[in-house]
């Protein structure tokens, strides 16, 4: 199969075509890049388990244009909270998991009883939703495991005649994939964290949870509520490690050194104001903060493996706000990887 890249404007008809003939587009989002077919359509969206080689027990969000679509797609009266939430947030990175209604394919729900729905905030993505006159089932557009795309051509990276169609929208302004909040849990809880925080949430709710595998690895014969976080993902193919706590720039610095001395290519990701503290050594800069690092992450894992590093040393950002996003993402790449310092250790750096 060939893969065409059209720029979005251009590509929309054809892209439109495509989704009503049941096949798999790429698209641009605010958050990422997603790989949609016809959420209604069985064998439209096995093609996208196909094309990213995902497991079948990883369900997809659907994606609508308006707010009147979400209604039928959900079994039951739809709760106040759902309603409160979308007026907040949508369009926007929230994803909301719901019962879902018989017109929901099980392919799509990976035989779970519940439904993610979302309502993205980019022309693009909307545009087609509405020219296809279909809810949209779309996850990230990556290959699985790899980092989420951002760009188009990350996208081509991953798909290269796997997929007939890939839209060019440019970057994605978020970066990062949308916050999932489990509307069927009380109080509500987030399963992964994204542009909308949980303290955003807690404004229009009252009060959120957060769930425990969102900055933990699972513990073994935990039941998973979001399938998706049990798989390794975001993964650079070098080994990566996270240094948080006192002195970790000294720690960060020495295994660096360490590796570039065993032979190894290593590289350093961290804030852009902390560059000059490692001098001469690589560096990948990540922005100034938390947001500009979730803008900047998927594109910096990538360009590791373009670089042919072989270990990987990160800062960590504070977990609040837009850093809950980053560390989920950062500590998943690293596999759990994670060093704390307490003060102690920091003589010994
Ligand atoms: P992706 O589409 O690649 O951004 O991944 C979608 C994420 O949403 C995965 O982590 C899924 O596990 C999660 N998700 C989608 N639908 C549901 C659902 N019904 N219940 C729980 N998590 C879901
Ligand atoms: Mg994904």
Partial sequence: MITRVLQAGEGIARATELIRRGQVVAFPTETVYGLGANALDPAAVEKIFAAKGRPGDNPLIVHIAGLEEMAPLVQGELPEAAALLAEAFWPGPLTLILPKSHRIPDVVSAGLDTVGI??????????????????????????????????????????????????????????????????????????????????????????VDVDESVLQPLKEGETVRSPG???????????????????????????????????????????????????????????????????????????????GIQRIISEAVPPNGMGLAVMNRLERAAAFDLVSLTPEEKGNC
């Fill in 118 to 207: 979302r309502m993205p905030d980019h022309p693009v993505a909307r545009a087609l939703i509405r020219a296809a006159g279909v809810p949209i089932a779309a996850p990230s557009a990556n290959r699985s495991g790899r980092p989420s795309p951002t760009t188009a051509r990350h996208v081509l990276q991953d798909m290269a005649g796997r997929i007939p169609l890939i839209l060019d929208g440019g970057s994605c302004g978020v970066g990062v994939e949308s916050t999932v909040l489990d509307l069927c849990s009380r109080p509500a809880r987030v399963l992964r964290p994204g542009g909308v925080t949980p303290g955003m949430i807690a404004g229009v709710l009252g009060s």
């Fill in 229 to 307: 976080m049990k798989y390794k993902h975001y993964a650079p193919r070098g080994r990566m490690t996270i240094v948080q706590g006192a002195g970790a720039q000294g720690e960060i610095a020495r295994l660096y050194d360490e590796a570039e001395r065993a032979g190894q290519r290593a590289c350093i990701l961290a804030l852009e104001g902390n560059v000059p503290a490692y001098g001469e050594r690589r560096v990948l800069a990540l922005g100034a903060d938390a947001e500009s690092a979730a803008a900047k992450l998927f594109a910096a894992l990538r360009s590791m493996d373009e670089l």
